[in-house]
Structure formats: structure tokens, C-alpha cells
């Protein structure tokens, strides 16, 4: 027989069922009690009632502890107060196993506290929530995708180089040829992907050694990045806007429950519709002048300029052509003025900062080794990635999009640290 979850209830209104989860919450009032059974799936009230069950199953509703598990059978009823719109009313319940001093408790508990126990916070209402939604976000993102006759291309974990900088490398021994390194992003390989497959994209962890204690930033985070043969800046801009779209307005569609759970203000991502507004660095700069910040023109828009200028706008602003210096070696350089480069940023609305970096690449061989040179990389390990310079270069664009980012705007968070099962942070790497 095929078992029988909370979120179908509403199937067997009148019906006998038998179901098994977890305590979640209980409370009690003269000859009833109210257990609170979660499954994963939803959350049911149990209702025992004395005069019901035998007097042994009474006894153990009432000494039944916070998240023991159990299994329990009853008749299912319309509720409408209660979630799901049902309840149960039990007939007998099965121990399974008592949890005893279960640690998070609903009252309040510091973050350390709970991250320290991670693997036991993931069980309450909010992360089982977030959890949710980054699932949903994850399967738009290949969705998307898959649905555009794009090719999933796995890049490799363990990488010979650098891709995004020298400075946020892990590094690791590799038998007798030396060090290799946790990928900082799978760009390289799916730029020769594209070369081969036209449209592909790569998703999988990446991992950066960075110093910063923010809360945008973890060690260890999930990328898709997609990659376009003949694309340029432009289309990288209406593929990101369309993927945006897309992304949101799904969970928007398919998480009402989980973003209820959340208490987010969802009017703030209705809003999240083509076309995003589209901004030149110099005018990114123009805004943050007006707002009093004295920004000299080159640097790079730190934490704080990107919240200034993303709260001039109701929806993800791009953020397009860059000082090519701040920028990574492999974005092409705007022929029009090769101080920029034809890159993109977009910065998530209410403060949630940069949750794209993308550009399109520099396509000539010899420019190519120019900034390889200039950035004080070693030509041999880029050997390969010029071989797609080399034979048959054609222009091509792509862009990388952070999953705990997005899952952190669109849930509403304070931090990327909920956004991921178990985060990886400069102080953090238990449980
Ligand atoms: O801007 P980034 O560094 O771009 C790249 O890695 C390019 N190779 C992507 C491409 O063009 N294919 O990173 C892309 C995104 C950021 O916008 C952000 O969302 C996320 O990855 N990200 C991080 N998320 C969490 N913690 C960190 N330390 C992150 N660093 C980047
Ligand atoms: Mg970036």
C-alpha cells in the first residue's frame, strides 16, 4: 500500500487513514489533546479525545515529547481553521521513537545556537519553508533552461587555475601534479561547452576562500551559469531579465503557503516583470553622487553603493559596462571606449545586492593573452581556454547566477546562511 502524506488529506476527507511523522507541537484542554503532527509534506492537528481511545493511547499522547516520532490512525475531517483545512481524529497512535530534551524549543534561540544544531533546525517551520523554495527555485533554474533546448554541461570541482581571481582560492595537493584548486565557478568550461554545444549551462557548487564576514557571502555556494555561442551583451541581458522573470513570478506561483510561512511582503516581487531597468556604470555612479556619496569613478560598487542605487527601482536593476579593471580577466572590453567592460551585474531590490555577474568574453586570442598577462596569470593554465580562441573563436556571453542569494531575496532573509542545508562560512564548517 502506498503511503499517505498530510498535503493529500483533502483527498480522504471521511476516511480511515494511518500516517507516521513527528511531534511538532502538542497542547491540551480537559479531555482532549491536540498533537501537532508534521510529515514533511504538511503540518496536521491530531485531536485525542478521551472517551475515544484506550486509556493507553491517552497516556501516551500526553507524555508524547517534541519531536518524538510516531504513527497514528484516524478519520480525516473538514477543518477549515486547521492547515490544510483538515484534522484528524485519532483512533490510536503507535510510538516509534521518544525524543527526549529536544533542544530547539519554541521559545527563542541565539543563531549560534542554532547553527551549531543545524541539522535539527532544519526541522522547523521557517526552514522546512525555505527549503522549499530554494528546491522550487532550483528546478525553475533547469526549467528555464532545459525548456530553451539548453545543455546541462558539469564542470569540473577540482580545477588547475583560477577563474575569478587569485585571492579566494582553496587550494588543495594533487598526488604529483601539485596543487589543484575548488572550482570558483565552472565559466571556463562552459565556455567551451558553448563552443560545442551552442547553448549550455553548468550547475554545481563553487566555492571562494573569502574573507568577508557579510551576510551575503558563504565559502561554499550553488551557481548555474549559462553560456551562449554568438550572443553578446545585449541578449546576456534579456536572457537574464527573461530567467529572472521566470524564477520569480514560479515561486511566486507554486510557494503561496511557504512564502505566507515566511511573512514576505510578496507585493515587492510582483513587481519582478520584463523589462528590468538597464544602467550604465556611469549613470550608477551619477545616482550615488546625487545621494551624497563622494565615489570616484573606477572603483568597484562595494555592499552599501549597491543597496543606494538598487533602492532607486521596484524591480532587479542591471548594472552594465563596468571599469574593465575591477572587473575579471576574460570580460571583453567595449570597443567603443576599452575602459569598460561589456559587463553585467544585476543587483537584487530591498538591499540584496549583486545575485548576477556576467559579461560577454573577450573572443580575440591576442587581447585575451594581453589580460591574462596584465593580471598576472600563467598562460600555460590557460593553454586550453585560448585553444577556443584559437580555433574558430566566434563572440559569446553568459552570466552566473548565486542560488543562495536569490533564495535569501526572495524568502526575505537576513542572511545567506539559511538559504543553504548547511552553510560553509569563514568561521563555520560543522555540522
Ligand atoms: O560575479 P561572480 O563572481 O561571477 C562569476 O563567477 C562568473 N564566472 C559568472 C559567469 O559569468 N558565468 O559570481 C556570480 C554570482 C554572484 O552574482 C553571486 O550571486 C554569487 O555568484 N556569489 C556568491 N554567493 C554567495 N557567496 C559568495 N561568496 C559568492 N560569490 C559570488
Ligand atoms: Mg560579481
Known sequence: MSKIYIKDLKNYVGQEVTL??????????????????????????????????SEEVFELSDKLSQESSFTVTGTVKDEQRGSGGVELDVKSIELISAAHDYPITPKEHGIEFLLDRRHLWLRSSRQVAIMKVRHRIIKAVRDFFDDRDFTLMDAPILTPSACEGTSTLFETEYFDLGKAYLTQSGQLYAEAGALALGKVYTFGPTFRAEKSKTRRHLTEFWMVEPEVAFNNLDDDMDLAEEFLEYIVQTV????????KTLERDITKLETVKRPLPRISYDEAVEILRKNGIDFEWGNDLGGTDETIISNQFDRPVM??????EVKAFYMKRDPENPKVALAVDVLAP?????IIGGSQREDNLDLLLERIEKHNLRQEDFDWYLDLRRFGSVPHAGFGL???????????LEHVRETIPFPRMIYRNTP
Open 252 to 259: 511566486l506561483k507554486d510557494c503561496k503557503e511557504e512564502l
Open 20 to 53: 507516521s511523522g513527528w511531534l511538532y507541537n502538542k497542547r491540551s484542554s480537559g479531555k482532549l489533546r491536540f498533537l501537532i503532527l508534521r510529515d514533511g509534506s504538511g503540518y496536521l492537528q491530531c485531536v485525542v479525545f478521551k472517551n475515544n481511545v
Open 350 to 354: 530591498e538591499g540584496y545586492g549583486e
Open 402 to 412: 548565486g542560488i543562495e542569494r536569490t533564495v535569501g531575496w526572495i524568502c526575505g
Open 319 to 324: 548594472v552594465h559596462r563596468y571599469p574593465s
